[in-house]
């Protein structure tokens, strides 16, 4: 890392990007010198040469009473006590790691990996209609429902284990900008599943219409029954059912798509974002799914968990609902997408393109090889690519020492993977080019959307796996206190309940834990972010 990319991130995270001025140079400068005398050895010739004059006017001219000001500031800064490496530098080095994990995957902070020029043909037609900053998200958001129409049909990946085309896609984006994109493409893709699913819902409408609750004896249900599109509102007993009917006709895949990832809550009777979790993890590997029950009437019988989705939600939104699900392998298993535009881009509604018969004309052949696919499937260029992807991830984590780029990269290789191999059949059993360069760059698009919203979070728990008792002692003093307070408030608040001594063990303790750190230039102690997620107050 260089200096000048340290003390650029210290402004930003700390003086609101602004570097001193004239009003308060003299303590930023100061505050700044104690940051960084550590990693400068405490030697004022280093301070000097790394920390910039702000007493120098723009041409670089500065005078000498200002230049001894500048030396003086910094000698100050040298002759404070040593306490370790400050809390602000740990959170600008965290930061800058988090930054750089994010740019590993090809692109920077502000704007995601491109992608490649040409395009599958399948691809370049789902995405022709949307402008060129919708076409990423489109791009990844289309197979969910691409994969809803394999049936019966496994993948093996490298390592021997079988996939099958699971794709559950969050698009991620800032109110009012334009996720509503990906409509138009997944409706066109699911329109022969709705066709094929409403007589079957008319025939379960009318079985239940002569089998009233009350009917002593009821006519068995129809067993070829199968409904592939669920509604957001459903109950445990029909959303197992449909599990069920979907695995008994043909290994069929259920799938949901919602305006906001919060509806997922309502897919099943118990409503919690950790069921959504549970299910998320389910799916994505097939795990067995299902409900055993006694009655004769009641809805019994389990499957493989073969269930896709589309949803979408905005940044704080996505942090919140999956902010336990982080480090549980819950956001791994996510295809992430998202929408980001610069403020200066025209802020005009976008034009869309006409979605008509001649589209659905286009699609059709893909949709129909889709279908008729069956069996295991391998294709050993697929292989031979998500084994070069593994060794770069590797390679990258390492080079960059991210733990949770190395922990998201395993399975964002595995859902590029499997984009490959559905694009593979889709195209007539035919690998290109094309194909295995949109599977290098979605792996890498998925990387750079987890990384953006969730790679600080996860950094942050891989590094402290340890679970505290919220009922510990330490933990329940803690909670009596502000997010920031000192050392004097700390000993007011065990007088005031009742505790001897000055615990000043008790304090270390909460550094040690990770609880709190100390801010050398005010002095004060700071609840870490860490532990306010963890043990704060939640709804």
């Given at each position: 890392m260089e200096f000048s990319d340290i003390i650029a991130k210290y402004w930003e995270m700390f003086n609101g990007g602004k570097v001193p001025n004239t009003g308060d140079r003299n303590v930023l400068t100061f505050e700044l010198a104690v940051t960084l005398r550590g990693i400068c050895g405490f030697s004022l010739e280093r301070l000097m040469q790394v920390i910039p004059n702000y007493w120098a006017a723009p041409d670089g001219t500065c005078t000498a009473e200002d230049y001894a000001e500048w030396q003086h500031t910094l000698e100050n800064a040298l002759k404070e006590p040593r306490k370790g490496m400050p809390y602000r530098l740990k959170q600008v080095l965290q930061a800058m790691k988090s930054t750089a994990a994010v740019k590993a995957c090809g692109g920077t902070m502000q704007t995601?990996?491109?992608?490649?020029?040409?395009?599958?043909?399948?691809?370049?037609?789902?995405?022709?209609?949307?402008?060129?900053?919708?076409?990423?998200?489109?791009?990844?958001?289309v197979f969910p429902a691409l994969g809803a129409h394999l049936h019966g049909v496994r993948f093996r990946?490298?390592?021997?284990?079988?996939?099958?085309?699971?794709?559950?896609?969050?698009?991620?984006?800032?109110?009012?900008?334009?996720?509503?994109?990906?409509?138009?493409?997944?409706?066109?893709?699911?329109?022969?599943?709705?066709?094929?699913?409403?007589?079957?819902r008319q025939r379960e409408a009318e079985w239940k219409q002569k089998n009233p609750g009350a009917k002593q004896k009821k006519d068995p249900r129809p067993a070829d029954i199968c409904i592939q599109m669920l509604i957001?509102?459903?109950?445990?007993?029909?959303?197992?059912?449909?599990i069920v009917d979907a695995h008994n006709n043909g290994e069929r895949y259920i799938y949901t798509q919602v305006d906001e990832v919060e509806a997922l809550k309502k897919v099943t009777s118990k409503g919690t974002a950790d069921e959504v979790g549970l299910l998320i993890r389910k799916a994505f590997d097939n795990s067995?799914?299902?409900?055993?029950?006694?009655?004769a009437d009641s809805v019994s019988g389990i499957a493989p968990l073969r269930w896709n989705f589309n949803a979408s939600t905005t940044p704080p939104n996505a942090r919140k609902f999956f902010y336990k699900m982080v480090n549980d392998g819950t956001v791994s298993r996510l295809d992430i997408a998202t929408i980001i535009r610069s403020d200066d881009d025209d802020d005009t509604a976008p034009v869309l393109g006409i979605y008509d018969q001649q589209f659905a004309a286009e699609l059709m052949p893909y949709i129909c090889r889709l279908e008729a696919a069956s069996g295991l499937i391998e294709c050993p260029q697929a292989r031979k690519l998500a084994l070069e992807i593994k060794q770069e991830n590797r390679d990258a984590a390492r080079l960059?020492?991210?733990?949770?780029?190395?922990?998201?990269?395993?399975?964002?290789?595995?859902?590029?993977?499997?984009?490959?191999?559905?694009?593979?059949?889709?195209?007539?059993?035919?690998w290109s080019k094309e194909i295995a360069d949109f599977v290098r760059?979605?792996?890498?698009?998925?990387?750079?959307?987890?990384?953006?919203?969730?790679?600080?979070?996860?950094?942050?728990?891989?590094?402290?796996?340890?679970?505290?008792?919220?009922?510990?002692?330490?933990?329940?003093?803690?909670?009596?206190?502000?997010?920031?307070?000192?050392?004097?408030?700390?000993?007011?608040?065990?007088?005031?309940?009742?505790?001897?001594?000055?615990?000043?063990?008790?304090?270390?303790?909460w550094i040690t834990r990770g609880h709190v750190a100390l801010d050398d230039i005010t002095g004060r102690y700071c609840k870490t972010q860490e532990y306010k997620r963890k043990y704060g107050n939640r709804e």
């Open positions: 995601p990996p491109p992608m490649p020029k040409r395009l599958p043909p399948l691809i370049k037609l789902l995405t022709k209609n949307v402008p060129w900053y919708y076409k990423p998200a489109v791009a990844s958001a990946y490298w390592d021997n284990v079988e996939h099958e085309a699971t794709f559950m896609n969050l698009l991620i984006g800032r109110q009012s900008i334009g996720k509503g994109s990906i409509r138009k493409p997944i409706e066109y893709i699911m329109e022969d599943i709705r066709q094929r699913d409403l007589p079957n957001d509102n459903l109950t445990d007993a029909v959303f197992n059912q449909r067995l799914a299902g409900q055993e029950r006694v009655g960059y020492e991210s733990e949770a780029y190395r922990v998201l990269s395993y399975r964002a290789n595995v859902i590029a993977w499997l984009k490959g191999m559905v694009l593979y059949v889709a195209h007539g059993y035919k760059w979605s792996e890498q698009y998925n990387l750079w959307c987890k990384m953006l919203y969730f790679g600080a979070q996860l950094e942050k728990e891989l590094r402290d796996e340890i679970d505290i008792q919220r009922q510990s002692g330490p933990q329940n003093l803690l909670e009596l206190l502000p997010d920031e307070f000192t050392r004097e408030e700390y000993y007011q608040m065990r007088k005031l309940n009742g505790k001897q001594g000055t615990g000043d063990s008790t304090l270390r303790s």
